[in-house]
């Protein structure tokens, strides 16, 4: 019995392990078949959440969300059915169909160049009279165009909340004018003259052309807020000429005295002189625009075009035919008369600009075309002035011929003056430098004289102290044998003892001393053994002194 059921007991284990196996394994299996889905890049997954298909599973009865977005808590429960507000990126992802709807989307790809413009498909609806809405994407609580635009770039739109247009730089024709919108460049040289098109809480800024422009650069621009007109700053020029007469073959006539011919077509500017002469003149003005200026002029004008055909070339014609007309024909040829027209016109003409926020830089009267009667009468009253001038000019020439030769002669004398005064301020100076050079070698000659008087002396003393210590020592060295040989007598009790002892020291320590006794009678006789022994002694010392031969 035990046995059996201890059989028991292993078959219930094992077959709780295979269920387990088979469960986990089954759940692995419709996990990764039934539930899994891949979403490749570029690509997002919308879920939607739409409950269980069974009334008996649970999440069933959960209801629709009013929003159509799905409501979900702190803990990630879905509370309401809908579809989710955020998107899936590229990987795998596990939502099982029988509850969740899933799509694949593409993202939207901006590109350089382009701007993209969304709109809000779901949310609370804006105010009478406003579309644009403010946020971001996810974040919006209206419908409507979404006041941000969105440059080049990958973006995971949920195509059910929201709609996306992309833009590449847009031109509106407005009448005269043209502005853009979308991937606006503004070139150097230019500015940008921004028109808002509705009101912009965020900035402050009301509807309607800005005081600020942009400097050049790029701005992404949503085309339903904002428009930009692109104006070129910076001065131009414009002039208003009279056509002149030619030939058939392009060449100009002139009359008899050698003046161009106008055409009398009507270019240029024409008026009467106060005398009633028929004037013609060209005028040249340098005109520009600040990039403050620029926001007036679009304002007033639309844009540049328009100032210079508007403003400045009216009011060149205007202003130059009313000072014109109160001077008669001789004043506008002669010179101070006509550069007071000059100026007269130009000033005027600078105050207009102003008041019309145009600057003037220049404005120049270039030529001014006189009846040929009035310059002939004028050119011969000329001639005759400028001969009167000439003879005039021709005595007063003389004058300083004269006067120039008798400067020349002068300067040659002051030259030839001061070459002198020169030679002798320098042979002054230079008999100056050799009185000083040999003052100089006296006084150094007297220097040494008394150095070598010093030396000698010196040397004087060297030599007189040099004898003396001389002296000193030799007297001081007999002093010192003389006390020794004092010593000596003392030691030895008297000279004679001392002499022998002196004696006895300087004898050789090999000295032999032979006795030889002679007696009365006997000395010859013993001569002869004294001479023997002394040889004897020296044949002795004379072979010790010869070298041993080697065997």
């Given at each position: 019995m035990?046995?059996?059921?201890?059989?028991?007991t292993?078959g219930?284990?094992?077959?709780?392990?295979?269920?387990?196996?088979?469960?986990?394994?089954?759940?692995?299996?419709?996990?990764w078949?039934?539930?899994?889905?891949?979403?490749?890049?570029?690509?997002?997954?919308?879920?939607?959440?739409?409950?269980p298909?069974?009334?008996?599973?649970?999440?069933?009865?959960?209801?629709?969300s009013?929003?159509?977005?799905?409501?979900?808590d702190?803990?990630?429960?879905?509370?309401?059915?809908?579809?989710?507000?955020e998107?899936l990126?590229?990987?795998?992802?596990?939502?099982?169909p029988?509850?969740?709807?899933?799509?694949?989307?593409?993202?939207?790809?901006?590109?350089?160049?382009?701007?993209?413009?969304?709109?809000?498909k779901?949310?609370?609806?804006?105010?009478?009279?406003?579309?644009?809405?403010?946020?971001?994407?996810?974040?919006?609580e209206?419908?409507?165009?979404?006041?941000?635009v969105?440059?080049?770039?990958?973006?995971?739109?949920n195509d059910?909340?929201?709609?996306?247009?992309?833009v590449?730089t847009?031109?509106?024709?407005?009448?005269?004018?043209?502005?853009?919108?979308?991937?606006?460049?503004?070139?150097?040289?230019?500015?940008?003259?921004?028109?808002?098109?509705d009101?912009?809480?965020i900035t402050?800024?009301?509807k309607g052309?800005?005081?600020?422009v942009?400097?050049?650069?790029?701005?992404?621009?949503?085309?339903?807020?904002?428009?930009i007109?692109?104006?070129?700053?910076?001065?131009?020029?414009?002039?208003?000429k009279?056509?002149?007469?030619?030939?058939?073959?392009?060449?100009?006539?002139?009359?008899?005295a050698?003046?161009?011919?106008?055409?009398?077509?009507?270019?240029?500017?024409?008026f009467?002189?106060?005398?009633?002469?028929?004037i013609?003149?060209?005028?040249?003005?340098?005109?520009?625009?600040t990039p403050?200026?620029a926001?007036?002029?679009?304002?007033?004008?639309?844009?540049?075009?328009?100032?210079?055909?508007?403003?400045?070339?009216?009011?060149?014609e205007?202003?130059?035919?009313?000072?014109?007309?109160?001077?008669?024909?001789v004043?506008?040829?002669?010179?101070?008369?006509?550069?007071?027209?000059?100026?007269?016109?130009?000033?005027?003409?600078?105050?207009?600009?102003?008041?019309?926020?145009?600057?003037?830089?220049?404005?120049?009267?270039?030529?001014?075309?006189?009846?040929q009667?009035i310059?002939?009468?004028k050119?011969?009253a000329?001639?005759?002035?400028?001969?009167?001038?000439?003879?005039?000019q021709?005595t007063?020439?003389?004058?300083?011929?004269?006067?120039?030769?008798?400067?020349e002669q002068?300067?040659?004398?002051?030259?030839?003056?001061?070459?002198a005064?020169?030679?002798?301020?320098?042979?002054?100076?230079?008999?100056?430098?050799?009185k000083?050079a040999?003052?100089?070698?006296?006084?150094?000659?007297?220097?040494?004289a008394?150095?070598?008087?010093?030396?000698?002396?010196?040397e004087a003393?060297?030599?007189?102290?040099?004898?003396q210590?001389?002296a000193d020592a030799?007297r001081m060295?007999?002093?010192a044998?003389?006390n020794?040989?004092?010593?000596?007598?003392e030691?030895?009790?008297?000279?004679?003892?001392?002499?022998?002892?002196?004696?006895?020291?300087?004898?050789?320590?090999d000295?032999?001393?032979?006795?030889?006794f002679?007696?009365?009678?006997?000395?010859?006789t013993d001569?002869?053994?004294?001479?023997?022994?002394?040889?004897?002694?020296?044949?002795?010392?004379?072979?010790s002194?010869?070298?041993?031969?080697?065997k």
């Open positions: 035990a046995n059996k059921s201890l059989f028991t292993k219930a284990i094992y077959t709780s392990v295979i269920a387990v196996i088979i469960v986990v394994g089954g759940w692995t299996l419709f996990e078949t039934i539930n899994r889905i891949y979403v490749p890049t570029g690509y997002s997954l919308r879920l939607r959440y739409k409950g298909p069974l009334p008996f599973l649970p999440g069933y009865n959960k209801p629709e009013k929003t159509g977005f799905a409501r979900v702190e803990n990630g429960s879905v509370l309401e059915k809908g579809m989710v507000r998107l990126g590229p990987g795998r992802h596990f939502r099982t029988f509850y969740w709807g899933r799509e694949l989307i593409p993202d939207i790809l901006v590109k350089p160049g382009e701007v993209g413009i969304a709109t809000s779901l949310g609370k609806e804006l105010p009478a009279g406003e579309y644009i809405v403010d946020g971001d994407l996810g974040e919006t209206f419908k409507g165009i979404i006041r941000k969105f440059g080049p770039g990958r973006y995971r739109i059910y909340a929201y709609s996306f247009t992309i590449k847009q031109a509106i024709k407005d009448q005269s004018q043209t502005k853009y919108a979308g991937w606006v460049v503004i070139p150097t040289g230019y500015v940008g003259v921004v028109t808002n098109l009101n912009n809480p402050g800024t009301k052309i800005q005081k600020d942009f400097p050049p650069g790029i701005y992404p621009t949503n085309p339903k807020e904002q428009h007109d692109i104006v070129e700053i910076g001065f131009r020029e414009i002039s208003i009279a056509n002149m007469m030619t030939e058939p073959d392009g060449s100009l006539i002139f009359d008899e050698g003046e161009p011919m106008i055409a009398h077509d009507g270019s240029g500017i024409s009467p002189s106060n005398d009633a002469f028929p013609n003149m060209d005028f040249t003005a340098i005109w520009g625009i403050e200026q926001p007036n002029v679009i304002s007033k004008f639309g844009n540049v075009a328009a100032v210079e055909t508007k403003v400045v070339m009216p009011q060149i205007s202003i130059c035919r009313n000072i014109g007309s109160q001077y008669n024909a004043e506008l040829l002669v010179g101070d008369t006509r550069q007071e027209f000059q100026k007269a016109t130009t000033e005027k003409f600078q105050k207009a600009l102003i008041e019309k926020d145009v600057t003037l830089l220049y404005g120049l009267v270039r030529h001014i075309y006189i009846p009667e310059r002939q009468y050119q011969a000329f001639v005759s002035e400028e001969l009167a001038l000439t003879r005039m021709e007063i020439t003389a004058e300083m011929e004269a006067n120039l030769r008798e400067a002068k300067v040659e004398l002051e030259a030839e003056k001061v070459r005064e020169t030679d002798k301020l320098v042979a002054n100076a230079i008999a100056e430098g050799q000083t040999k003052e100089t070698d006296a006084g150094t000659q007297r220097i040494v008394g150095i070598d008087k010093d030396i000698a002396v010196l003393q060297a030599t007189v102290v040099l004898g210590a001389t030799t060295q007999e002093e044998k003389a020794k040989f004092k010593l000596a007598v030691a030895f009790g008297s000279g004679d003892a001392y002499n022998k002892w002196v004696f006895a020291d300087g004898l050789p320590e000295i032999e001393l032979n006795l030889i002679a007696g009365e009678g006997t000395f010859w001569l002869k053994g004294f001479s023997d022994a002394m040889l004897g002694k020296q044949h002795q010392q004379t072979k002194m010869k070298p041993k031969l080697k």
